[in-house]
């Protein structure tokens, strides 16, 4: 950050530069600085690009990628919301197949 600079401004400086996600670049961020240390040969690393070119990419943000069947990504929310997911989640009933829910008599 630039001397005479707030956080705010140089966000704001920031997304004026980098209108776009650099993609490219975060895949190369975690990929080979982050998790780049644990890949054993060519294969491990092939596996690991091809992770992130599913997974790391702009459809991720407007939440059209699954990460499973049935598991899509979370949507974009602030913390408050996460954090009333989360309750609303515990306070479901189990969807493992035969959990009690009650003591049985």
Known sequence: MTEGHGKG?????TAVI?????WDD?????????YGGHITDDWDRRLCR???AEYI??????????????FQI???LDYKELN?????AFQREPRTPGART???K
Do not use: C, S, W
């Open 57 to 70: 990419r702009t459809e991720m943000l407007e939440g059209d990628v699954l990460l499973a069947p049935g």
């Open 84 to 88: 009333a997911m989360k309750v609303r």
């Open 74 to 76: 979370p949507p974009n």
């Open 26 to 34: 975060l895949r190369y961020l975690f990929g080979e600085i982050m």
């Open 102 to 104: 009650t003591q049985p």
């Open 9 to 13: 401004e140089h966000l704001a400086l």
């Open 18 to 22: 980098l209108p776009q996600v650099p």
């Open 50 to 52: 091809t992770y992130l």
